[in-house]
């Protein structure tokens, strides 16, 4: 006869009945599988349900039966942690390691922040009278990243190399990057996607869309500066980008939507809302252990269900596992910039980090993003982490 036992969580905890998020654990020895988070246990699902689409080391092959099941298993979930649960489906948090979540299939970054496009277009624009390109209020911006690049909370980043070729420097020169730096962000998982030739609509978005989770684009200022024209970002970004391992369901995050910002001029028709929702999570952006940024994801100016909708809407396919990220969240506020390149003003105006002027990124540092949102019933909901320390890099130009 194995044992019960009836689970409590306090309260205030952030991962309450109200949030349950989904990831993958391994207790020592096992292989990884599917869990929720309940306060500080970790719950195996195919234990507790006895379902083994949760025997699994990704979410994908849940995400992939679709929106009415996720709502079913929420449910399930809910009721059963109600009752006393089988004791091996209980780990404790510190004794398990906590993997990637989803076999991340595409990715794309956009780019949403209306305060971050206007700080970035100051910064690199600074004759244009208008700090916004002409497209940015009539499409959500983006790129294609790097899929594999892809990393769990938790691992290292390389410092990474490649060309730069600053303004009075005569030809490029290769080498580790002088200019690293973050960008807070989240990222949506697509749980379904659509086939080639259709396209989501932005109001049906919102049953594709599995979750959220915290994101850091890590971004090489000098590696992007000289590379981006005309296509974009490529290695300046390609080399690594660090998401959290819980994956906040979207439907914990009803009580967070609020409107997104009045969009005007009027959008396409295939941007359209009745009203667009954007999510009041509060990020934080700790460096070393000091807070030197709490970005506000409300300010928003566009919707994710937007954004799914401009990926999808030319027929390209998207499929369970895809990831797309919101860009960096910036608020009006100083204190509520996202990156650091706008933070200290292209560098010129650092930030006191324990007691040291900093601007960009050195070896050793260590980037904690956070986050918090209302929950159902008057609670808060957390993301849990998204961190990662920088290591050197050890790559010359042979
Ligand atoms: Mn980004």
């Known amino acids: ?58 979410l994908n092959a849940f995400m992939a039966q679709g929106h009415a099941r996720w709502v079913e298993v929420r449910a399930e979930i809910t009721e059963r942690l109600r009752r006393p649960v089988p004791a091996e489906a209980v780990h404790d948090l510190d004794a398990v390691t906590l993997h990637l979540p989803i076999e991340v299939a595409d990715y794309v970054d956009f780019y949403a922040s209306e305060h971050h496009a206007s700080n970035l277009g100051r910064l690199f624009r600074p004759d244009n009278p208008d700090p916004l390109t002409p497209n940015w209020k009539h499409l959500p911006v983006g790129y294609h990243g790097r899929a594999a690049s892809v990393v769990v909370s938790g691992t290292d980043i390389i410092r990474p190399a490649g060309q730069r070729k600053g303004p009075h420097d005569a030809a490029p020169v290769f080498g580790p990057s002088t200019r690293l730096d973050i960008e807070a962000e989240l990222g949506f998982v697509l749980g379904t996607g659509n086939a080639m030739g259709e396209s989501i609509r932005a109001e049906d978005a919102e049953r594709h869309i599995f979750g959220a989770v915290l994101f850091n684009d890590w971004s090489a200022r000098d590696i992007q500066a000289w590379e981006y024209v005309p296509l974009g970002p490529n290695l300046g970004k390609s080399f690594a980008s660090t998401i959290s391992p819980w994956v906040v369901p979207l439907l914990a995050l009803h009580a967070a939507r609020v409107p997104t910002p009045v969009q005007v001029p009027a959008v396409l028709p295939y941007l359209r809302m009745e009203q667009p929702w954007g999510l009041d999570v509060d990020l934080t952006v700790a460096w070393n252990g000091q807070v030197v940024s709490r970005p506000p994801y409300a300010a928003m100016y566009w919707s994710p269900a937007q954004m799914l909708a401009h990926q999808t809407v030319g027929g390209a396919p998207s499929r369970t596992g895809d990831l797309f990220a919101s ?67 050890e790559r010359r130009e042979a």
């Not at 100083?334 to 990124?361: C, H, M, S, Y």
């Not at 050195?362 to 320390?389: K, M, Q, S, W, Y």
């Open 327 to 393: 860009g960096t969240v910036s608020g009006p506020g100083k204190e509520q910039r996202g990156a650091f390149i706008e933070l200290t003003w292209g560098g010129t105006d650092p930030v006191t980090v324990n007691g040291r002027q900093r601007t960009f990124l050195e070896d050793g540092d260590e980037i904690v993003l956070t986050a918090t949102a209302p929950g159902a019933d008057g609670t808060r909901i957390g993301f849990g982490e998204a961190r990662g320390r920088i290591i050197g890099c």
């Open 1 to 58: 006869m194995s044992s019960s036992i009836r689970l409590t969580v306090p309260a205030d905890s952030l991962f309450g009945p109200t949030n349950l998020p989904y990831g993958v654990y391994s207790a020592p020895g096992r292989a990884p599988r599917v869990a929720v988070r309940y306060g500080d246990h970790v719950i195996d699902l195919a234990v507790l349900l006895g379902d083994d689409v949760f025997a699994r080391p990704s």
